[in-house]
């Protein structure tokens, strides 16, 4: 998460929302083929073909046919299989929400969209539907409704870990942060092994000046994994605030190893380089921290700066404001 799920942009970070809102629409969609096979693998194409062999009115066994081929690769016979459950069963939800699945998975969004708007329509107590649809307008930065469809399937589905950190995320977003952090912690019960929340758990106690608290979550993180980047990634901000800038710049080595295009790892790696005077070297990490994200405000104001390019004082001076917690070092003890 997974994210996670760490996009550069200290704005963020200073909301909490780092490796959610990063996956974007490709591995969401991954996510999704993943989670398919997890489900179908234990059954071959052949099998299930078997399966439909036997019920050829059934709906169900369309649906499961079309499962094992998405997971088999075949997206046109699985897309196949869908529409043949539509047309047995039109008002069959399920199967809208695995067209709209194959869809995302193609990249067509305003397809996936549309089928999962279908699922709705037809079956609106299909938790799923309400989610995948809440996840993709998350993406394409329509908050507002995306906010409302996760608040729906959060209410049918309380075990729904996926949609809960979406609608944290949200809520981190709209400055509701006390009921994003109690959906975190819900999260974690439900799942500890959800490093994501458990990574958003541990930069809410280095936002409120518990570095001690902070490191003890990224070590109980890698103590469960040790190359998760989200342990990683914790640790690294813990020490640049402690002022270890060589014990900052490990983490964000060991963070990048397991996330290569992690820009803000990239861009904390230049500003730890900086700190040490290896000036050559930060200039290239920025650089290439912009060329990951070039749309992330930060990661532009950061590199005018290091660049010795800073035009637009105010703006630096707001986003140096905004973002203190997280670039003021820790005073020494």
Not at 118 to 130: G, S
Not at 132 to 144: D, F, S
Not at 188 to 199: I, K, N, T, Y
Request: charged share 25%.
């Amino acid at each position: 998460m997974t994210r996670s799920k760490f996009a550069f942009c200290l704005d963020a970070m200073e909301l909490g929302v780092l490796s959610h809102r990063a996956l974007g629409v490709l591995a969401l969609a991954a996510i999704l083929l993943v989670s398919c096979r997890e489900g179908v693998c234990r059954v071959s194409p052949q099998g299930q073909s078997s399966a439909v062999a036997q019920a050829p009115s059934s709906a169900a066994a369309h649906l499961r046919q079309g499962l094992a081929l998405f997971a088999a690769g075949e997206e046109d016979k699985a897309e196949a299989e869908f529409r043949m459950a539509l047309s047995l069963e039109p008002s069959n939800g399920e199967a809208y929400f695995r067209l709209g699945q194959l869809r995302l998975f193609q990249r067509k969004l305003s397809q996936a969209q549309a089928d999962f708007r279908r699922a709705i329509d037809v079956a609106p107590d299909f938790a799923p539907a309400y989610a995948a649809l809440g996840e993709i307008l998350m993406r394409v930065g329509q908050p507002a409704e995306a906010r409302e469809l996760l608040e729906k399937a959060v209410a049918l589905d309380p075990q729904d870990i996926h949609s809960q950190y979406g609608l944290a995320t949200l809520l981190m977003e709209a400055g509701e942060a006390r009921r994003a952090l109690e959906l975190m912690e819900r999260i974690v019960a439900l799942h500890p092994d959800f490093l994501p929340a458990r990574e958003q758990l541990g930069l809410n106690r280095l936002r409120r000046g518990d570095l001690e608290g902070a490191a003890a979550q990224a070590s109980d993180i890698l103590a469960q994994q040790p190359q998760a980047a989200e342990g990683h990634r914790i640790m690294a901000l813990v020490l640049w605030k402690q002022r270890d800038y060589e014990g900052s710049l490990a983490e964000c080595a060991q963070a990048l190893a397991a996330e290569p295009d992690s820009a803000p790892m990239l861009a904390l790696q230049a500003l730890g380089l900086w700190q040490l005077n290896r000036k050559k070297d930060a200039r290239a990490a920025f650089v290439q921290a912009a060329k990951v994200q070039p749309q992330v405000a930060s990661g532009e104001v950061f590199c005018r700066l290091i660049l010795c390019d800073a035009q637009d004082v105010t703006t630096v001076r707001e986003f140096v404001r905004k973002n203190r917690w997280v670039l003021a070092p820790s005073p020494p003890r």
